[in-house]
């Protein structure tokens, strides 16, 4: 049962227009969530993070909104660069130390 | 500054010969440590994660074990690698209660023949 859903594995976006990368969980004890950017062949680091008393986090060109009630987030990049095109998984956590991620997408961005 | 070292960084072994790889963490004390595998075209695993010396909890049942021997040390082994072992291996810590953001290591590309 996967509990932190990225159902888009892929995702492709003109350079200088909006980048939409969705994540949808199911356990509602899940208190804190994070986006992860991962190159090929290294390690994902850490993008952004947003907790669950809160509903939108922004950080430069990068902006997660969570909505509780429908245990979705997404994280939004404006502008796009192609050196944004990379794997993004999102991960929730709970209890503290709980992490679970989701699949990943990919996203590319075109020149 | 933490930093967290992963090796070795690529590894090629043929089936059933054992599997040691190593993971420390430098700046922390007491650190949460997890493995995981990125098989090809999947997502991230959690494979093991300890909250301190000798502590392990292991998520799926596999071929694997994790061993942590001190605090800032992690390493995954095998007796015998399947093939179905062949994937890209992170270690990750948190700090001390495990909430906020996990740090990755650099990874251990495994090819098992």
């Known amino acids: 049962d996967q509990q932190v859903k990225q159902n888009s594995p892929s995702l492709s976006v003109q350079e200088g227009r909006i980048s939409i990368l969705n994540c949808d969980y199911t356990?509602?004890?899940?208190?804190?969530f994070l986006w992860y950017k991962k190159y090929p062949a290294e390690g994902p680091t850490f993008l952004i993070s947003i907790s669950s008393i809160k509903d939108k986090n922004e950080d430069g060109r990068f902006t997660v909104f969570l909505n509780k009630s429908a245990k979705h987030l997404s994280l939004h990049i404006v502008p796009s660069q192609p050196g944004d095109s990379a794997v993004y998984f999102c991960?929730?956590?709970?209890?503290?130390?709980?992490?679970?991620f989701g699949p990943g997408t990919r996203l590319s961005v075109l020149p | 500054s933490q930093t967290i070292h992963q090796w070795p960084a690529t590894l090629v072994q043929p089936v059933g010969s054992p599997l040691s790889l190593e993971c420390t963490v430098e700046g922390t004390s007491n650190p949460n440590l997890y493995w995981y595998r990125q098989a090809a075209g999947r997502g991230l695993q959690l494979l093991f994660y300890?909250?301190?010396?000798?502590?392990i909890s292991s998520e799926v049942p596999q071929n694997l074990s994790a061993s942590r021997p001190q605090d800032r040390q992690f390493i995954l082994s095998s007796k015998k690698l399947l093939l179905s072992d062949s994937g890209f291996y992170l270690c990750?810590?948190?700090?001390?209660?495990?909430?906020?953001?996990?740090?990755f290591g650099p990874g251990t590309r495994l090819l098992v023949l």
């Open positions: 991960a929730a956590i709970f209890y503290g130390q709980n992490f679970v």
């Open positions: 300890s909250v301190g010396i000798g502590q």
């Open positions: 990750a810590w948190t700090r001390t209660g495990g909430m906020g953001t996990q740090y």
């Open positions: 356990n509602s004890m899940f208190d804190y």
